[in-house]
């Protein structure tokens, strides 16, 4: 781990703006990173941390793995600190790679052609600005898939493009939104070749470029994270939603296309070879499965693994059955079931021992799938593990019949996709913009605590809230007017986060909070006007945290609120701490990350019963 050294007292900031520093190293201290990168467009560079940080007078640490921006000129940096620009073989083990190329500080580069081929292919390209096909309306697109300019502003109908301006617009969109992002946040990203990039650039495009670390992508996300080099096709082939026969087979040959670009193959070449594997949703079924092990053929006999090797294959093998409680006696198996129940979503990281939570999630994967073995680990369960994909999990069966607040509400986040924790004792925080506590919508205006904090449970299968309190998930008049932020006031965006960690929030007043730990995307609120629509969107670690609004009244927010999810009073959150404390999951490790559901009321009024 390299060590740089402040020359001079020297800010760290969540974005490219000075004034938004929200830490600092003083002089003569040293900070610990796993890499710094030039920004590449100015003169300020990328860091992130290789632990938790605290900076003097701080009420919490930056976590470990956090980015911040700041001054290289301000600090004594040794070569080995300069992000390495190594090319990797795609199946490579880590163990063998070769050693790496010299430190340098490298080039911005251009984007490499392999980006274009893959994306274009697959959007399709189109000089009239045209609506969106589900909707009817927005948003609007153009060209290879964009529905923004270079200058932020937003596609409309009855614009047109040459096909340069198109080419060159899309270029840029994947550069800097893109490629850009992925660098900053997907580890190892300097020891992948352009080929691997741009495979992950291409599943970016398709599914958000904050796919990595977020709700639903655990499983690409922990074979990045762990540098399982080989395993990344099978991964990328999970996300090809197998439930929807309209896309199943254009999203199969796309994601077996990126394969191929992984492990090497020319884009062109890959193209063609998925359209030749991929023509039904079977086919691509049975890849997934190929490329996950499942349909291979099984390895010539050898004897019995020892307890410390025993794995899933070799549970369904030899037909062995062991208890729940002797799994903890074999690390590799233990170590396999919570890795498969992490993607199932089933348990949340990092995990540690086989013990009591890990034992649940085994448990409600065996209810679901009907495996028929509640307190063993036998072949069926087995097979299930290694052949289920999320996609193929069957949802916990709910009672949501009472038709109250707390049903409406999970519901609402099923139908969105959403996570829902109905685990023994498992919190759901959720906050429901412009809804008053007796579950009433308001006319949400600006600068007011009417937004809706609420911690859902489930009691024998039922939602019940265990807490509501008033809030705000808006920052009010004096940050939108004044924000510390030059690109503007932040507003969270709606949807679902996993994002936050027990910690303490504030220096003048510091209390224990939710503080941010990971990524979330919020609107810039740039042209002060309290609303989302139009804003651009940026994503990055903000102190988007979990407060108290310091007893203020109800109708003026003042300075409590900059951007955070802010409950009005100091006992109102204090019970809401100790409730989301309560979680088992939070008691089995202190470093949970607790997710976390922004939504807006009226939508929620709107949409209909799940059937």
């Known amino acids: 781990m390299p060590f740089i050294t402040a020359l ?96 340098s500080k490298p080039a911005s580069g251009r984007l490499p052609p392999e980006v274009a081929t893959l994306t274009r292919h697959y959007e399709g390209c189109r ?17 290879w898939g964009n529905t923004f300019y270079e200058d932020g502003s937003r596609v409309r109908l009855g614009d047109r493009l040459t096909q340069a301006e198109a080419d060159a617009l899309h270029d840029h969109i994947v550069h800097q939104h893109f490629w850009k992002r992925q660098a900053a946040r997907i580890p190892f990203w300097a020891e992948m070749d352009d080929r691997q990039r741009a495979a992950l650039c291409s599943f970016a495009y398709n599914l958000g470029a904050d796919f990595y670390g977020s709700e639903g992508f655990d ?54 070879r998925a359209e030749r594997e991929v023509n ?55 170590t396999q079931i919570q890795q498969r129940l992490i993607a199932l979503q089933l348990l949340e990281p990092p995990t540690g021992a086989f013990g009591p939570l890990s034992t649940a999630a085994l448990r409600s994967f065996q209810k679901r799938m009907n495996s028929g073995e509640e307190n063993v680990l036998g072949a069926t369960t087995a097979k299930l593990l290694i052949e289920t994909s999320l996609e193929e999990l069957p949802q916990p069966a709910l009672d949501l019949s009472a038709g109250d607040l707390a049903a409406r509400t999970i519901q609402y986040m099923r139908r969105k996709g959403f996570q829902v924790s109905a685990g023994p004792g498992e919190r759901n925080i959720v ?14 205006s600006p600068n007011q605590f009417n937004d809706l904090r609420l911690v859902i449970a489930f009691e024998e ?25 030059d690109r503007g006031a932040a507003r969270i965006r709606f949807g679902q986060y996993r994002a936050w960690q027990v910690g303490v929030h504030g220096n003048s007043d510091p209390h224990e909070a939710l503080v941010q730990a990971a ?45 955070c999810l802010v409950g009005r009073t100091r006992d109102g959150h204090r019970e809401f701490m100790r409730l989301v404390k309560q979680d088992p999951r939070y008691r089995a490790d202190s470093r949970f990350l607790f997710s976390t559901t922004v939504i807006a009321g009226d939508d929620l009024n709107r949409a209909p019963p799940l059937p």
């Open 8 to 103: 001079e007292d020297a800010g760290l900031s969540p974005d490219t703006t000075a004034a938004a520093a929200d830490s600092y190293v003083p002089a003569g201290s040293q900070l610990g990173i796993d890499w710094i990168r030039p920004d590449g467009e100015g003169i300020l560079a990328v860091v992130r941390l290789a632990g938790p940080y605290t900076y003097p007078g701080a009420g919490a640490a930056l976590p470990k793995g956090a980015l911040r921006y700041l001054n290289p000129a301000r600090f004594q940096i040794p070569d080995d600190a300069w992000w390495r620009e190594v090319a990797a073989p795609a199946t490579a083990n880590p163990a063998a790679s070769p050693s790496p190329a010299p430190a």
């Open 127 to 143: 000089l009239e600005a045209y609506p969106d096909p589900r909707t009817g309306g927005e948003p609007i697109t153009i060209g």
């Open 219 to 272: 499983t690409i996300s922990a074979t990045l994270r762990d540098r399982d080099w080989a395993a990344v096709p099978a991964a990328l082939m999970l996300y090809r939603n197998p439930r929807d026969p309209g896309v199943v087979v254009g999203l199969g040959r796309r994601r077996r296309a990126e394969g191929l670009v992984w492990m090497g193959v020319d884009p062109a070449e890959a193209i063609r």
């Open 280 to 334: 039904s949703a079977p086919d691509a079924r049975r890849l997934a499965e190929t490329l996950r092990g499942v349909a291979t053929p099984a390895p010539a006999p050898r004897g019995p693994a020892s307890k410390s090797e025993l794995r899933l294959q070799d549970v369904l093998r030899q037909g062995l059955v062991i208890e729940h409680g002797e799994i903890p006696d074999h690390p590799a198996l233990a």
């Open 431 to 444: 906050y429901v913009e412009g809804m008053n506590p007796d579950g009433t919508l308001n006319d949400d």
């Open 461 to 485: 299968a039922r939602p019940k809230i265990l807490g509501r309190w008033e809030a705000t998930t808006e920052p009010g008049s004096h940050y939108t007017h004044k924000p510390m932020n």
């Open 519 to 563: 990524p979330v995307t919020v609107h810039r609120d740039a042209n002060k006007d309290f609303q989302r629509p139009g804003d651009l969107e940026d994503t990055g670690l903000f102190g988007i945290n979990q407060h108290w609004g310091y007893d203020l009244p109800r109708n003026d927010i003042d300075t409590a609120s900059a951007g």
